[in-house]
Every structure is written in structure tokens, then in C-alpha cells.
């Protein structure tokens, strides 16, 4: 095995991890503040796949088309996770894990199909543009210049997180409702205002994730039912509602899937749930100080 | 007390004389349902032990119905056994596999319970989706060869109504058993049984190993009414359709499960013949459910029936 192979494959699984943090931060932030178990968070990344397609089609999959598309799928899901917590998710709040579950879930049946007659069947794919085609050389390994672009708006998206979370008024808010929400209450805060912003985020978020993905997979309906579960074992890998453990756990998972296809390509999709299954069982609790 | 125990004796016995009678009125097709209706309600009613009268977020209980369909089908393919062999080892090694989960799951509570039954039970149907000596991956098996007494419809029909009447009258003396009231104690007030000295981690455990034993045996029925097997039973959308089923009938009735799988089998196969967007209408329905009947249609009866009585003054 030579170090230029493992160099690259621990590349890929990097920028692929990046993908997963992006789309678990966001459903961790929605499960350490509304204590959601959401589902339907899978669902948001597809549609933020779908819409960036449609709005690089309209503009002939040329490079304007991307750049505008990764700007408005997100904001688009934004707008969709705004409605689902106004319009449903802010009446299940005091009820049960299964209820609120099976709520999430049952968007994930509807979308699902809606997204069937709104697009179709048929497999779509989106044009990386023309900036971040290719690959550049880095010590005799070949590095797709697309993952390298990953590799940049993962921190971006981190360190925006960061600076959100703890510099901002708003961002104390949410990590004071996650740590005790009775407390927010009694100091007269409108905790229904952090909940419906924190579940718009955490959709802006997996839509981001989505039209970042876009470019590099085939899209298609189902590439929610694979992605939620992931995000699901990340978060409580990393500690629920923990962005920092997210971000840990998303690095682990993405570097052991990308070595598991280059050392047993045949059971590599085994991997995760190895590594999320150990985890579990070694730390139980999470990697991370929990939110709960 | 006793009128009521014959009043409902007397209905379960015109209920079972109804069911014996079907084959002779309704077409194949309706008899082929109702079969797969009773592998389901099998199924459904096996998940609500650790559910409803655990308590515990199983999120995952197909994959014990899927190991022990496949048990069958490798074992009627890969192996000269012969048949009674396949039939006696599949719920068993439901149950070894869900005690091996189970064991690991029980020291855990809550949503992290629900998230390593979902990590554990993906595993094993990765396993199953990439073990292709074994398995013959993602094509599953098809033409699994049954005795020739069961190749009919009709007795496949009153093979899987006879065991789900023996399965669920011995679940339901598990639900009333010492155990089973303890297993209820352990759901309402974890750390007051612990202190009293119940040993709340084997008694989950043994709830879901019955549970996956149980689920085993429906998936022999499985293979019976289908010939086939395929990776999908073991994939985390199926099981989340049993959770609905669950949901549906009601958590707390003992019959809801059954009475829910029922429900969503049928409505499955009528929307199926009007549209292709079944699960649009599944999710539409789990929706309206979750919202306004969160105990579900037995529950709610069962409810009502409760207010009504205590109203009446007759308690």
C-alpha cells in the first residue's frame, strides 16, 4: 500500500466527513435544543440536493447555476423547516420520544413521495463547475479539487457555528435552553422563538449539505433513508446536542468508511455501524459532554 | 367479573369459528391477505412487549423477523435439513441474535436504547445485504421449497392463524405472568424497582429476547406466505412501519398491535389498488394519528369505554 493511496483515501474520508458534519450539527443543534428526534432531517438534505439541481438546470448547469444553487437550497429548506416546526412540530413538544419520532417520520413518507411527483423517478446529476473540476497533486497523491472545496466550507461552516454559538446573544440563548430549559423560561426569554430559529438553522444546514453533495452523487429519492441514519449514529456518537462532538464523530465516521472501502471494499458498508455500534458500547454517554 | 370472561369467551370462540370458515368464502387473494395479515400482527404484537409493557424506544425489532425469515430460507436452500429443522432453529436464532443486541442495548436508557438498536440492527442487515455466500446479498432468495402439506393457500392461511392464536395467547399470559408485572413495574419507575431489589437490566433483556423469539417465529409465516425472502425486511423502514402499526392500534391495549397491523395491511393493498403513492397516504395518515388519536384506536376505545363505566358508577 503505498502512503500516496492511504494519503488520498484519508482525503476523501476527510471532505466526506465534512459532508457529514455539516448535515449532523444540524440535527444535533434541533436535538439539544427542541429535544427532537428528527427524522425528517434527511429529508431536508434530499430536498436541498433536488432544489440545487433545479436551479442549475434553469441556469443551463453552468457555473452560475452552482454558485447560485448552493446560495438558495439551503435558504429554500430554511423555508421548509420554518413551516414544518410552525405548522407541526411546536404541537408535539411535550409529548413522548415515539410520538415525536413517528411525527418526523411520517414527513419523511410524504416528502418522500411528493418529491417522487415533483421530479420523477429517474436518476439526476449536477455539473461541478468548471473552478473545482480536476485535481491537484499534493506528495504523488491525486486530490480531487471538488473535496478540497468540501474541506474549506467544512471549517467555514464550523467556525461560523463557533463564532455563533458562543459570541452572538442569540447563540447563548440556544446553548442556555439546551443546558436548562426551565431556567430560559423563568428569565422571561421567548424559548417558542429560539425553537422555531434553532429547527430553520438546523434546516439550512442539511439543505446545505445536500447542494454540496449535489455535484459528486447520483440524486435520487432515497438518499435521505441512508444519510439519517448516519447523522442519527454520529450525534449520539458525539454526544447529543453537541456541535463539537458532531464534528469529532462525523471525522471519524468519514475517515473509517473511506478506509474500509480502500482495505475491504467488499464489507465496507458495514463499517459505520461497526464503529457507531463500539463507540456506543465503550462510551455510552457519547464522546462528548451531552447537551441533556 | 365471570359474565364478562364468558361474554368475551364466547366472542373469541364465534371470532375463531368466523376465521376457520374464510377460506371456503373468500377468494385466494382475500385468504393470501389475511395471511399476511396474521404474519404482521404476529410481528406488531412481539414489538409491543418491549415497547408498550417495557417502555423501551426498540426501534429496530425487523431485523429479528428478518434473521429468522432467512434462517429458514438458507436452511431449505443451502442445507439437506429438512423442514422442521428450519422452523425450530429460525426463532431461536432470532433470539440468540436478540439477545446478543439486547445485551449490549439494556445498559442504556432512553434515546440512546433506540439509536444502538438502530446502529446494532443496521449492522446485521449490512451483514445480510453483503454476506452473498450466505445470503446471496441483495438479490435475497426466492422459491424457497416448503413441505408439500403447505404449498396451498389455504393451509398456509390456517398454519399462520394457528399459530398466531397459540403465539398470542401464550404472549398474553407473559403480559399477566409475575414477570410480565414486573417487566410493567421496570417501564413506570426504573430507579423504585431497582431498590427494591428487581434486577431491571434482565428483566429488559428477557423482554426482548422473548420479543425477538417471537419475532422469529413470524418470520417463518414470512416465508411461508411469501417463498422469499430479500435484505429489505431487515432495512430500518421496515421496522419503522411495525412502530406505526403500534402506534395505530395502541401501545396499551394488548390486542392493538394486532389490530393495527391489520389495519395498515389492508389499506395497503386498497390504496395500492388506486395509486402509487401509498406511502404519501401512510404518512398523511401517521400524521392525523400522531396529532389526534396519540393512543391509538384500542387505547382510545379502551378510554372511553373507562369513562363511561366509572360514569355509570359501575367500579
Request: contains cysteine.
Amino acid at each position: 500500500m503505498h502512503f500516496a493511496t492511504l494519503a488520498s483515501q484519508l482525503f476523501i474520508g476527510l471532505s466526506r466527513g465534512m459532508i457529514f458534519f455539516i448535515v449532523s450539527a444540524g440535527l444535533t443543534l434541533i436535538f439539544g435544543v427542541l429535544r427532537i428526534t428528527n427524522f425528517a432531517h434527511g429529508v431536508l438534505y434530499m430536498l436541498g440536493a433536488f432544489i440545487a439541481f433545479s436551479i442549475s438546470t434553469l441556469f443551463g448547469q453552468g457555473p452560475y447555476g452552482f454558485w447560485l444553487a448552493l446560495l438558495v437550497a439551503p435558504i429554500a429548506v430554511m423555508l421548509i423547516s420554518l413551516v414544518i416546526e410552525r405548522g407541526l412540530l411546536r404541537f408535539i413538544y411535550n409529548r413522548d420520544h415515539l410520538l415525536q419520532m413517528l411525527l418526523t417520520y411520517s414527513l419523511v413518507l410524504i416528502a418522500g413521495d411528493l418529491v417522487k411527483i415533483i421530479w420523477g423517478t429517474e436518476f439526476k446529476s449536477m455539473d461541478i463547475p468548471g473552478v473545482l473540476r480536476g485535481s491537484f497533486d499534493l506528495w504523488g497523491a491525486s486530490l480531487p479539487l471538488y473535496n478540497v472545496f468540501l474541506l474549506i466550507v467544512g471549517p467555514v461552516v464550523a467556525l461560523g457555528l463557533w463564532l455563533f454559538l458562543s459570541k452572538t446573544h442569540l447563540g447563548k440563548i440556544c446553548r442556555a435552553t439546551a443546558t436548562d430549559r426551565e431556567m430560559v423560561d423563568i428569565l422571561g426569554i421567548n424559548s417558542t422563538r429560539v425553537f422555531a430559529m434553532v429547527f430553520a438553522l438546523g434546516g439550512w444546514l442539511a439543505g446545505l449539505g445536500g447542494a454540496l453533495i449535489a455535484p459528486t452523487t447520483t440524486i435520487s429519492m432515497g438518499m435521505d433513508a441512508n444519510i439519517i441514519i448516519y447523522a442519527f449514529l454520529i450525534v449520539v456518537i458525539g454526544g447529543l446536542g453537541n456541535v463539537w462532538g458532531a464534528l469529532i464523530s462525523s471525522i471519524i465516521m468519514g475517515i473509517g468508511e473511506a478506509f474500509g472501502i480502500l482495505f475491504i471494499p467488499g464489507i465496507a458498508i458495514i463499517i459505520p455501524y461497526i464503529i457507531a455500534g463500539v463507540l456506543l458500547i465503550v462510551k455510552p454517554s457519547g464522546l462528548l459532554k451531552s447537551a441533556w | 367479573m365471570s359474565t364478562n370472561n364468558l361474554k368475551s369467551m364466547g366472542l373469541a370462540v364465534v371470532g375463531t369459528l368466523i376465521l376457520l370458515m374464510i377460506p371456503s368464502i373468500l377468494t385466494q387473494y382475500y385468504v393470501y391477505l389475511l395471511a399476511t395479515i396474521f404474519t404482521t400482527a404476529l410481528l406488531a404484537t412481539s414489538l409491543n412487549l418491549v415497547l408498550g409493557y417495557g417502555g423501551l424506544l426498540h426501534l429496530h425489532h425487523g431485523v429479528f423477523f428478518g434473521v429468522g425469515a432467512y434462517t429458514v430460507a438458507i436452511v431449505m436452500t443451502k442445507t439437506t435439513w429438512p423442514f422442521a429443522v428450519a422452523v425450530l432453529l429460525a426463532p431461536l436464532v432470532a433470539a440468540l441474535i436478540a439477545f446478543v443486541i439486547g445485551w449490549f442495548c439494556v445498559r442504556l436508557r432512553g434515546l440512546y436504547f433506540g439509536m444502538l438498536t438502530l446502529a446494532l440492527g443496521q449492522l446485521v442487515w449490512a451483514i445480510v445485504y453483503r454476506w452473498n455466500a450466505l445470503t446471496d446479498g441483495d438479490n435475497g432468495i426466492h422459491a424457497v421449497p416448503v413441505p408439500e402439506f403447505l404449498t396451498s393457500v389455504n393451509s398456509v392461511y390456517y398454519t399462520t392463524l394457528m399459530v398466531l392464536i397459540v403465539s398470542l395467547v401464550i404472549l398474553y399470559l407473559i403480559t399477566k405472568s409475575p414477570f410480565g408485572l414486573t417487566l410493567l413495574a421496570t417501564r413506570d419507575n426504573p430507579v423504585r424497582s431497582e431498590s427494591v431489589g428487581i434486577n431491571v437490566k434482565r428483566h429488559r433483556l428477557t423482554a426482548f429476547v422473548i420479543a425477538g423469539f417471537f419475532a422469529g417465529i413470524a418470520g417463518v409465516l414470512f416465508v411461508l406466505v411469501e417463498r422469499s425472502v430479500a435484505p429489505s425486511l431487515l432495512f430500518w423502514n421496515k421496522s419503522a412501519e411495525i412502530l406505526i402499526m403500534c402506534l395505530m392500534g395502541g401501545l396499551t391495549a394488548f390486542m392493538g398491535p394486532a389490530l393495527g397491523a391489520a389495519i395498515l395491511v389492508f389499506l395497503s393493498m386498497i390504496v395500492g389498488l388506486y395509486t402509487e403513492y401509498w406511502l404519501l397516504v401512510l404518512g398523511l395518515l401517521l400524521l392525523i394519528l400522531v396529532l389526534f388519536l396519540p393512543q391509538g384506536i384500542l387505547g382510545y376505545l379502551m378510554d372511553n369505554f373507562r369513562k363511561n363505566r366509572s360514569m355509570r358508577g359501575e367500579n
